[in-house]
């Protein structure tokens, strides 16, 4: 069955280094989410791409975060430098062009200590 | 007021009880879809309304339009339905992304 596949599953990382996730959507999916969903809070979203762009990246904190899909296909997440704060769970979902439903990896758990 | 408020926050049934978890929306949607997260897992797309009812299993999900209102039903819960229920909703004005309620944590005791 096709899945969104998501690495790490956990990633500990020292305050200030910098720390990337990668996605991969199911085949043939052109839209693209990453989430950030802090612990006892439902997920909001960073940044959304329709194939290669960018269609949101309003809640994205561009000061640290960037994310790319450079051929439209998998996606990574980098944070550069991590802050305490960036501690969360990070899923990643795909859906196809023009498709409501969206389908989720299993996340990227993130601690910063 | 968030966009998405859902009721419960948290909810401790017996095995064999009936569930009903509520959710409110306040913009309009292409879609309402329940989702289930397990402690520390990913999450999994229960159900997606655009109108009606739909069941799967013990899973009932409704929808009303009129009223922005949907619900999550689980007749016959069992231990293994503990997790989070997350209600959102997607609308094509947004892009289709979602926006997520905060969540109703089961726990159900044997």
């Known amino acids: 069955e096709a899945e969104v596949a998501q690495s790490p599953r956990y990633k500990i990382t020292e305050k200030s280094q910098a720390v990337a996730f990668w996605c991969d959507p199911i085949?043939?999916?052109?839209?693209l989410y990453w989430y950030r969903q802090i612990l006892g809070q439902g997920p909001e979203l960073l940044v959304q791409?329709?194939?290669?762009?960018?269609?949101?990246d309003s809640q994205l904190p561009k000061d640290r975060f960037s994310a790319e899909r450079l051929k439209g296909v998998d996606s990574t997440l980098k944070i550069q430098p991590a802050e305490l704060g960036d501690s969360a769970m990070y899923l990643c979902?795909?859906?196809?062009?023009?498709?409501?439903?969206?389908?989720f990896g299993q996340g990227t758990r993130l601690t910063v200590v | 007021k968030n966009e998405v408020e859902q009721s419960p926050q948290n909810l401790t049934a017996q095995e064999g009880e009936f569930i009903t978890i509520n959710c409110s929306y306040s913009?309009?949607?292409?879609?309402l879809h329940w989702l289930q997260q397990h402690p520390g897992g990913g999450i999994v797309s229960l159900f997606m309304?655009?109108?009606g009812k739909k069941k799967h299993g013990r899973l009932i999900a409704t929808i009303n339009i009129q009223e922005k209102h949907s619900s999550l039903h689980i007749t016959a819960s069992h231990p293994r339905d503990s997790a989070v229920y997350i209600c959102?909703?997607?609308?094509?004005?947004?892009?289709?992304?979602?926006?997520f309620g905060g969540g109703t944590r089961v726990l159900v005791k044997p």
């Open positions: 979902a795909s859906s196809s062009q023009g498709g409501t439903e969206a389908f």
């Open positions: 085949s043939g999916h052109a839209t």
């Open positions: 791409f329709q194939d290669e762009s960018v269609v949101d």
């Open positions: 913009v309009g949607i292409s879609a």
């Open positions: 309304l655009s109108s």
């Open positions: 959102a909703v997607s609308g094509r004005a947004a892009g289709n992304k979602l926006t």
